[in-house]
């Protein structure tokens, strides 16, 4: 099982966030493999920290977790960056949950979002505490 981690998701590791100790789980039960963050995702998390003023955490989210491996960054080719635009019109997805989508359909991932506008998609989402469910079960 391959999951592409949306940004909604690893911003649960901030403190005080009600999923922090499940997806710190998740994180820590999957293999490296097995975990892949957009570098949409990256980036909008780099922005929203900043935003915060919190660009140590940003800093410390790379070194912890996309330096070392643990989580990989995968990027759209154009043939998926033109599908992102045909999937706004057709599935009702805005700009940034298209492009989840389209990766996670061009390389066969389970897409993990607490977000759930994914739920009217055909291939759906799972939370992270059905992937962390799901992941452990498939060993």
Known sequence: MRLLLDANVLMELLPARPAADTVRALIRDCEPEALFLSDFSLYAIGIAMWRHGALSGYRAFVEDLIRPGIVGVIS???????????????????????YQYMLAERLGLTLVSLDADFDRTPRGRMTPEAALAAYRASR
Do not use: Q
């Not at 759209?76 to 298209?98: P, S, Y």
């Open 76 to 98: 759209a080719d154009a043939e998926t960056l033109l599908r992102v635009a045909d999937t706004i019109g057709a599935i009702g997805l805005d700009f940034d949950d298209a």
